[in-house]
């Protein structure tokens, strides 16, 4: 059987590590609060936004066969001429 003292002071510790993350989470918001600026989720989100990737995915059904490109332009593949355009990119706004 366990020691309960041992469970004891580790759900202490873990109450403690608890506090001590939540005071500093208060600390940062008053900080942000005081100076005006925004937190680092709302910056990293616009961060993302502008590195989308632009995909075309094409098909061939005569090969059941598809194939990503970064322009609209058809992919040049020896034997294989009969590419339907499969999807595009988000159109943005």
């Known amino acids: 059987m366990p020691n309960p003292g041992m469970y004891r002071g580790d759900r ?3 109450e403690d590590q608890r506090k001590a993350k939540q005071e500093a989470k208060k600390a ?3 900080e942000r609060r005081e100076t005006g600026t925004s ?3 709302i910056a990293d989100q616009a961060e993302v936004g502008s590195l989308e ?3 075309f995915v094409w098909f061939s059904p005569s090969k059941g ?3 990503t490109t970064p ?3 058809a992919p040049m593949v020896d034997g294989i001429d009969d590419w339907m355009l499969l999807s ?3 159109a943005e706004g």
Do not use: H
Request: hydrophobic share 25%; charged share 50%.
């Open 71 to 73: 322009n609209k332009a």
């Open 88 to 90: 595009e990119p988000r």
């Open 65 to 67: 066969r598809t194939l």
């Open 39 to 41: 937190g680092p989720e």
């Open 12 to 14: 202490r510790r873990k």
């Open 53 to 55: 990737i632009v995909e």
């Open 28 to 30: 940062r918001k008053a």
